[in-house]
């Protein structure tokens, strides 16, 4: 019996799918200390299915994995129900810490908070926002603060802060925007000195990758508290995407050698391949979806 | 019935890792085809419902909704499309994608004006009726869960007014 067109769109699908992974190896990754800290590399800005991202928490936690990621922050706009969800999941099974948060989403700013137990109203000025924050005992950071925010705009506001994005995703692709996230981390060190420095992928559903700009964390314990803590004190550098570190001069010094691994792409041939033989199973189930044999 | 409805599904769990992460594993394919059936499964009501509403139906529902779902080609190649190039790119091209849907929305609503014709048997003028009435739906049903999940309705009007200046 012949195979039809859909049966063999169908396997190549399922056989570019099934190449994929086995090309997929996700190495240990080693823990690294500098001074008396480990050094973690975290992404507190991403999106997660279900709602304004791609990736449901168990595919996300792979994923951060492959990124070279110890910890991430699920923060879909105005709502925890996904980073509750993720945060439930990572408490069952191996592989990178992730925490629940919400990005709390005002015409008048963005704000990360990252270890929230519940969603925080974000009909309210930021200094209200960050006041449930802090009572849930979780952390607030500013999210690509750039001039088109004016709900930081008050010191006062700044002062509370516990951390700002200082490397961002977009600031690859927008000089504008990344001198005013650099000048907005300034300005806020000068009134909140400890203020920690942040870099975000912001990932959602499209490039760039998750932990394309990302965070160096100094812990005492590798654990969600000892990540909280580490922002609350400012233990932090901001890494751009070339992997250039910013922020507290000492941690940077602090750092010297230790340098922590970034994405792993063990086969990007097979990785490549596999997507390219899926993407043409797809197109051929489209194209012979309607043939009758 | 259920054979072009399991083939959009899995064309969206196809197109979502490659857009996403520019990777494709078992796992990612099933977890994305179950996580954005909510999709298909959307589509499946709203044929169900208009498909039993109209008495003039010219052919049996299962087969009605088959070529309902025929009708999802336009979207599911313009997806495909979409997959391909932005997971060259390095960064999210929204407006690319915002802007290009209009392809599959136009050529969507003359595969729904034919299926009214030829299938629901509404005369030409109700076919148009139809047709208008699902972009709106669709179209209005997208971008209100894209709100949603945005935060709000001013995130919408913050990124056309960035896209259009």
């Known amino acids: 019996m012949k195979p039809s067109g859909r049966a063999i769109a169908a396997a190549v699908l399922v056989g570019g799918a099934a190449i994929g992974t086995l090309a997929d190896r996700i190495p240990e990754r080693a823990a690294l200390r500098a001074g008396e800290y480990w050094v973690l590399t975290g992404d507190f800005h991403v999106h997660a299915f279900p709602g304004d991202g791609a990736l449901a928490p168990w595919a996300l936690r792979f994923e951060a994995a492959r990124g070279g990621l110890d910890v991430i922050g699920v923060t879909n706009h105005n709502q925890s129900l996904t980073g ?210 | 019935m259920l054979r072009r409805p399991v083939i959009v599904a899995l064309v969206i769990g196809s197109v979502v890792p490659i857009m996403a992460v520019q990777r494709m594993t078992l796992g990612l394919l099933v977890a994305s085809t179950i996580s954005f059936s909510f999709v298909c499964i959307i589509q499946l009501a709203v044929a169900t419902a208009l498909i039993g509403f109209v008495r003039s139906r010219r052919v049996p529902a299962p087969r009605a909704i088959d070529l309902w779902f025929a009708g999802h080609v336009p979207y599911s190649a313009w997806l495909l499309v979409m997959a391909a190039v932005i997971a060259n790119l390095p960064f999210a091209a929204l407006d690319l994608l915002i802007a290009s849907a209009v392809i599959p929305a136009a050529w969507t609503a003359v595969v729904v004006a034919a299926f009214c014709r030829n299938v629901l048997g509404t005369g030409r003028a109700g076919a148009r009726w139809l047709a208008f009435a699902h972009i709106a739906a669709i179209w209005g049903l997208g971008f209100e869960l894209v709100a949603l999940s945005a935060g709000g309705w001013f995130q919408i009007t913050r990124s056309f007014t960035q896209l259009f200046t």
Request: include cysteine; proline fraction near 6%.
């Open chain 1, 84 to 293: 509750r969800l993720a945060e439930w999941v990572s408490s069952r099974g191996q592989g990178p810490l992730m925490l629940a948060g919400q990005e709390i989403t005002n015409p008048e700013y963005h704000m990360i908070a990252v270890g929230i137990e519940r969603a925080v109203d974000a009909e309210q000025p930021a200094a209200g926002a960050m006041g449930d924050v802090h009572a849930q005992g979780g952390v607030a950071v500013a999210a690509h603060p750039s001039r088109r925010f004016h709900g930081y705009d008050d010191d006062s506001t700044k002062a509370l802060l516990d951390g700002a994005e200082l490397a961002h995703a977009d600031s690859h692709r927008d000089e504008l925007f990344r001198a005013d996230i650099a000048a907005f981390f300034e300005k806020t060190q000068r009134v909140n000195p400890d203020v920690a420095a942040i870099g975000s992928s912001d990932f959602h559903a499209m490039p760039p990758a998750m932990g394309r700009c990302r965070t160096y964390l100094f812990v005492r314990e590798r654990t969600k508290q000892g990540v909280l803590e580490a922002i609350r004190s400012g233990r932090t550098l901001a890494v751009d995407g070339n992997g250039v570190p910013a922020g507290n001069p000492s941690l940077v010094q602090l750092l010297g050698a230790v340098h922590p691994v970034g994405r792993i792409d063990p086969s990007p041939a097979w990785r490549r391949f596999s997507m390219a033989l899926s993407w043409f199973g797809a197109f051929g189930l489209v194209v012979f979806a309607g043939r009758r044999r």
